[in-house]
């Protein structure tokens, strides 16, 4: 009990550094991506970071939702990918936890600060930057519509990923593979044998 309080507070202590680091970086290059640019140019970045919260909610939910005995199966038959896609149902929680929470809230914050640019950018164009009414009724439409995709995006990705969560989550476990190799950045352990023999030691 003590040993898992310990894990939480050594997680959530990580994670909220993670999230610091992460959301000061997707804040940079949102506002570089939106200075000079036109207020179409802004909202298609706008619908981009939208499109990022939804893809990372999706996959945190597939994660939740996906079983481990297909992955084995495939992991038997030296599928690459299949180990992490093995790793990634072990920790669902955390990886969900890093998708929906940390990407997915960030991206949602991000979207709206650029938003709130869009709109100002938009006014100023159009010779109503001085916090009229027409400021604040574009401010109002454009926050509803992002609203709107943003929630209804994530009700069909969150269907999709309850459907499909198996092929979904053995093509991250595809990508961690491709990651691993390539760029040699382990994000899971893929060794089940010593997982789980390390969770028999700690019962």
């Not at 919260?53 to 999706?58: K, L, M, P, Q, V």
């Not at 069909?156 to 595809?174: E, N, W």
């Amino acid at each position: 009990m003590k040993h898992s309080l310990l894990n939480t507070i050594h997680w959530s202590l990580g994670i909220a550094v993670i999230t610091l680091v992460l959301a000061a970086i997707f804040s940079i290059i949102s506002t570089f991506l939106l200075s000079g640019v036109t207020w179409a140019v802004g909202m298609v970045i706008v619908l981009i970071i939208v499109l990022i919260g939804i893809f990372f909610d999706t996959i945190g939910v597939a994660a939740t939702a996906a079983n481990e005995a297909p992955f084995h199966a495939m992991a038997s038959k030296r599928i690459k990918g299949a180990r992490h896609a093995v790793s990634i149902t072990r920790n669902a929680d955390k990886f969900a936890n890093f998708c929906n929470d940390v990407i997915g809230d960030i991206s949602g914050i991000v979207s709206g600060t650029a938003a709130a640019f869009v709109v100002l950018q938009l006014s100023l164009q159009l010779g109503h930057g001085d916090g009229t009414y027409f400021q604040f009724f574009v401010s109002v439409l454009f926050t509803s519509v992002v609203a709107a995709i943003t929630v209804s995006g994530k009700s069909i990705g969150k269907t999709l990923a309850i459907q499909y969560s198996t092929p979904i989550i053995f093509q991250v476990g595809r990508l961690l593979y491709i990651i691993e190799v390539k760029l040699k950045l382990r994000i899971f352990s893929t060794n089940g044998k010593a997982k789980r023999k390390d969770q028999k030691n700690r019962k």
